[in-house]
């Protein structure tokens, strides 16, 4: 994933292989790494590993979108899986709302129950997807479903859904009729209709990227059901190596 960002004068390049059979061995399932340039001459000024900020960079352009397009008095959050992005997502979307209750869904119950755990007095495990989301005002999907998980029948009017997984044309997490039945905002519209099996299997219509809403040419819906399909740039990658350099110069 190569990137050469102007405004942020940095460029870099994030190789990444995904080994979804990992999960099962406790072991990162996005094995990744960061090489930042010297945008003048090319020349390699660090190699990091690109897990934590994987992690962290995809949570905050979750962050970003509900931001603009959750009901700001949302309290209620559903995640559905309990990985290292369920965790970042959380403390990505925390700093945000206040959240008074967090229902937890994982394929498997003791990594809800462990995720909940470490949540606090706020979380608890769910035994099932339709429990987690039906009370719900912001719903997290980080999932390796290839088949969709979220079905739009559960989800209540208004909610704001983020759907992280199912990164490859022919997997879904969410509902057909959840994505037609939203208004479906992307972080790329190209990434989406090459990449994104929920956008691309359902043939819905992608709205706006998120990048439009915040610069003010695309609306915001709040009141309405909206989902932002997110699959990660390279310029995401980028900033965010650029960001922990500039912090070890400081340093």
């Not at 900020?53 to 008095?73: D, E, F, H, M, Q």
């Not at 992280?164 to 997490?173: L, N, T």
Request: hydrophobic fraction near 40%.
């Amino acid at each position: 994933m190569p990137c050469f960002s102007a405004h942020e004068h940095v460029l870099a390049t994030k190789l990444v292989a995904f080994y979804p059979t990992n999960y099962d061995k406790g072991i990162p399932t996005h094995m990744a790494t960061l090489m930042v340039f010297d945008p003048e001459n090319g020349s390699l000024k660090a190699i990091m590993d690109g897990e934590v900020i994987t992690n962290l960079r995809t949570a905050a352009a979750s962050a970003v979108a509900t931001k603009y397009l959750a009901n700001p008095k949302s309290q209620v959050l559903a995640i559905i899986g309990a990985g290292h992005q369920a965790r970042s997502h959380h403390q990505a979307l925390s700093t945000l709302f206040n959240f008074t209750e967090v229902n937890i869904y994982s394929r498997t119950l003791e990594s809800a129950e462990k995720l909940s755990q470490e949540i606090g007095s706020t979380a608890k495990a769910c035994s099932s997807v339709e429990e987690a989301v039906k009370r719900a005002d912001i719903i997290v999907t980080v999932t390796f479903s290839k088949v969709p998980v979220l079905f739009a029948k559960w989800v209540k009017p208004g909610a704001h859904v983020n759907a992280v997984g199912a990164c490859r044309p022919d997997w879904q997490e969410i509902d057909p009729d959840l994505m037609r039945g939203s208004v479906l905002y992307v972080d790329s519209r190209e990434g989406a209709m090459k990449e994104s099996g929920d956008v691309i299997l359902s043939k819905a219509e992608v709205y706006a990227e998120v990048g439009e809403v915040v610069n003010g040419t695309k609306q915001a819906f709040c009141e309405k059901t909206t989902v932002f399909k997110s699959l990660g740039m390279a310029v995401e990658d980028a900033v965010s190596a650029n960001l922990v350099l500039d912090k070890l110069r400081t340093t």
